[in-house]
């Protein structure tokens, strides 16, 4: 039986620090106006915050892996929350990537030693059901967090947002308590507990291309979408922060299904399948009225259909290494996605279009489908190691 204090501690701490991450996006029409900033420099912080994450994350991970050690997962909280929530509170842009930077380091250490937590409590017959636990959690309060964001904005200007630091403080102390008494487990015998299935490190890479194209994509829609509803469609903030909550809460039923059906189905064909699906959704959001919030809701449930999916394949070909696979799918390639938001920026900037600019992501929705065909990942493969 999983020791139940740990488990939740690690799956509270996921649900605390993935709160934070998307508050950025609806902070940034704020700090446009109030700081004078252009499309490019308001991506580029969050493209900070993405690549610092995603170039350490592989890091610690592989860290872990060869020595057992990982940060404390209490700590992590607390330094995302703190570095995000008090970003709303400065008028300097070098301070302001300094907080940023902070939480993306706050970021990068949570997610390997949780998800190494979450392995080193979980009897293996059901480590595959914890680790999906583990994600949804994320990945609801990654949807509330707009909607948390945008209602304090609406109610007490941009400097509320600072308020958001306390459930990361209260959090902090109580996931140290429940955390404490976790083991650590050795490297060996971490690997022993999964039965190699036939894979390659090659197809891993293949996989985590994937993850990184669905991520240019999603990440650029999720960073831009509220200020091109506020500028081209003139929402206000709180009903901007609406739609993206309930977009990311599509995006939670995409990885509840997609997850679900990846063990009746095969992992493979559901990956391709909600790749496939999401590019004439992608295409909708470029449209107006309900067509337009159609396109937006069914995009982030295809999207996110193949998320859990393709971490459990990554862990899956590569056993035994979860802080690598996590530092891959979980930091690589939201740095990845965070740099597409750059470039979003800059051709926002030089054309004045944030529209077309947008819709350019269509390049890689496109090529991911077609990258996930070339994993090699046989029918016998698709019986889950992970999952009872």
């Not at 650029?220 to 509803?229: A, E, F, K, N, S």
């Not at 997609?258 to 992608?282: E, H, Q, T, W």
Request: charged share 10%.
């Amino acid at each position: 039986m999983a020791k139940s204090s740990p488990l939740t501690g690690a799956v509270t701490g996921h649900f605390l620090i993935d709160l934070y991450t998307p508050v950025l996006p609806i902070i940034l029409p704020l700090l446009i106006e109030t700081m004078g900033l252009s499309y490019f420099l308001a991506g580029l912080v969050v493209t900070v915050f993405n690549v610092v994450s995603s170039i350490t994350q592989p890091l610690v991970g592989i860290w872990g892996d060869k020595t057992g050690k990982h940060a404390d997962v209490a700590f992590c909280v607390l330094l995302g929350a703190v570095g995000i929530s008090l970003s709303a509170l400065t008028n300097n842009y070098l301070i302001l990537l300094m907080l940023v930077t902070g939480a993306a380091v706050g970021h990068a250490l949570f997610h390997p030693a949780a998800m190494d937590l979450v392995y080193r409590v979980s009897p293996p017959a059901k480590l595959g059901k914890y680790n999906s636990l583990f994600t949804t959690a994320g990945s609801i309060s990654y949807a509330f967090g707009p909607l948390i964001a945008g209602a304090l904005i609406a109610f007490g200007g941009l400097p509320a947002v600072c308020w958001m630091v306390l459930p990361g403080i209260i959090g902090a102390a109580w996931i140290f308590k429940l955390t404490r008494s976790a083991e650590p487990l050795e490297p060996a015998a971490k690997k022993a507990r999964i039965s190699p299935i036939a894979g390659s490190a090659s197809a891993a890479a293949l996989v985590v291309t994937v993850c990184a194209l669905r991520a240019i994509g999603y990440t650029g829609i999720i960073t831009y979408l509220p200020t091109m509803l506020t500028e081209s469609e003139g929402m206000t903030t709180l009903i901007s922060s609406v739609i993206v909550t309930i977009m990311l809460l599509f995006g939670v039923a995409g990885q509840l299904a997609g997850g679900r059906l990846s063990d009746k189905y095969g992992r493979k064909r559901m990956l391709v399948a909600g790749l496939v699906l999401a590019i004439p959704c992608f295409m909708l959001i470029f449209t107006e009225g309900p067509v337009m919030i159609f396109g937006i809701m069914s995009y982030a449930f295809f999207a996110s259909f193949c998320y859990v999916t393709s971490v459990t394949m990554t862990q899956e070909l590569l056993p035994g290494k979860t802080g690598l696979a996590s530092g891959l799918t979980l930091g690589f390639t939201m740095g990845v996605g965070g740099l597409g938001a750059a470039v979003v920026g800059l051709v926002a900037d030089a054309t004045g279009n944030l529209s077309g600019a947008l819709s350019l992501m269509i390049i890689p929705v496109v090529i991911a489908p077609l990258i996930a065909l070339l994993v090699k990942y046989k029918k016998a493969d698709e019986t889950a190691v992970l999952h009872p």
